[in-house]
Structure formats: C-alpha cells, structure tokens
C-alpha cells in the first residue's frame, strides 16, 4: 500500500532553516511527483510547490520563491522540504503529497503524509 | 484571500443534502483544468474525495459527488451522516499563478 512518512515535529528560532523529509513506499518512487502543501494553526491548505521525482524538476508558489528548496533521493525514494529564513508565520503543519504527473504540477493530491509540526519561535 | 472561493461554513440534517461551491476565474477553473476535492477530519490529513471534476477514488462512498460548469465547481453531498462533519476544500491549478490553488475550506456541520 502507498505510504508516505514524514519526519518528526520541529521547533526553530527565526532567521533559521528546516528541512521535512517525506519517505515513499508501495509504488514506484520516480513514476511520480511530490507536492508541499502548509496549514497554518486555524487557517487552510496552503500550496508550496511542486518536485518530479522522474527528473527533479520543481515549480514553486510564488511566494516562497527564494526561500523553499525542494529535493528528492531516489535511491530511498525520500523527497524533501527545505525552508530558509524561518519567520513565526511560517509556523504550520507541513504535508507531502503524492501527485499523479512527472511533468507538471496540476493534478490532484491522491495520498499524503501525516504531517509535520514546524514551529517558529523565539 | 484565496484564489478559490468557498462558502466559509455550511450546515444540514443527518439525511440532508448539501453542496459546497468553489468558485474561480478564467485563469484556473474557466481555463479548463481540473478540480479536486479533499476532506479533512480534525486532527488528521487531507484526503483526496473527488478528482478530476467528477471522479470518486477507490472507497469513497457514491453519496460524494463532484460537477463543474464554467468558472466553478460544486461538491454535493448526499445521506448526510455525522462522520461527514470536515472541513473541504477544492484544488484546481491556475495558469496566472503557474501552479496549485486551494479553496479557503468550508466547514461542514452535522445538525
């Protein structure tokens, strides 16, 4: 069965760096790419960008553009989430999900991780 | 201010039917691509609940149906139940943004 398990919860200060992996099993890691999706405490599902697992190519929001690193190791078929110069609304649950194309970022979101706790504060 | 809206909250009777709305513009929705739909029980994960304008994933009951129309997208569900109480929200890709979009979520209430 098609799982996707995150790392651990974080607490950061500002101005430092997180890095959420995602590990996949029960299907071909590379046929498949990963989206990032954020949920802020209250608030609803924020899209972070996009990584092919097939040939590494990414597409970020707008937004984070600059901040946010996505990567992927296909030998541990493991996908990651950089974020660089934490500030506290960056404080979220912080998924991966699994989407249908290696080419592009549309597509639906068919499984995903159980989330990561990252909490920014002083 | 999300590039998706939907209603901020809904409510209905067990056995009831209800529909949340997701509107766009002509640069997601109205530009043809599609519209997925996911459920969120507290405390847990998204789940997919309806992709591709129309599609059920394996397990999702029949009573959850998807349509879209023009610059807009409609979740209906049917049999009301208590285990249905979620919030829900619509995805679509937007060609402006050149990537995903969400819908603020709309939270559902069992009466």
């Known amino acids: 069965q098609v799982q996707l398990v995150q790392s651990g919860a974080e607490v950061k200060k500002p101005g430092a760096s997180v890095k959420v992996s995602c590990k996949a099993s029960?299907?071909?890691?590379?046929?498949?790419?990963i989206s990032w999706v954020r949920q802020a405490p209250g608030q609803g599902l924020e899209w972070m960008g996009w990584?092919?697992?097939?040939?590494?190519?990414?597409n970020y929001a707008q937004k984070l553009q600059g901040r946010v690193t996505m990567t992927t190791d296909t030998s541990t078929s493991t996908a990651y989430m950089e974020l660089r110069s934490l500030r506290s609304d960056d404080t979220a649950v912080y998924y991966c999900?699994?989407?249908?194309?290696?080419?592009?970022?549309?597509?639906?979101?068919?499984?995903w991780g159980q989330g990561t706790l990252v909490t920014v504060s002083s | 201010q999300s590039v998706l809206t939907q209603p901020p909250s809904v409510s209905g009777a067990p056995g009831q039917r209800v529909t949340i709305s997701c509107t766009g513009s002509?640069?997601?929705?109205?530009?043809?691509?599609?519209v997925h739909w996911y459920q969120q029980l507290p405390g847990t994960a998204p789940k997919l609940l309806i992709y591709?304008?129309?599609n059920r994933p394996s397990g999702v009951p029949d009573r959850f149906s998807g349509s879209k129309s023009g610059t807009s997208a409609s979740l209906a569900i049917s049999g009301l139940q208590a285990e249905d109480e979620a919030d829900y929200y619509c995805q679509s890709y937007d060609s402006s943004l050149s990537g995903s979009v969400f819908g603020g979520g709309t939270k559902l209430t069992v009466l």
């Open positions: 999900a699994r989407v249908g194309s290696v080419v592009t970022s549309a597509g639906d979101f068919d499984y």
């Open positions: 002509s640069s997601n929705i109205g530009a043809g691509y599609d």
């Open positions: 029960g299907y071909t890691f590379t046929s498949y790419g």
């Open positions: 591709g304008n129309s």
């Open positions: 990584i092919s697992a097939y040939n590494g190519n990414t």
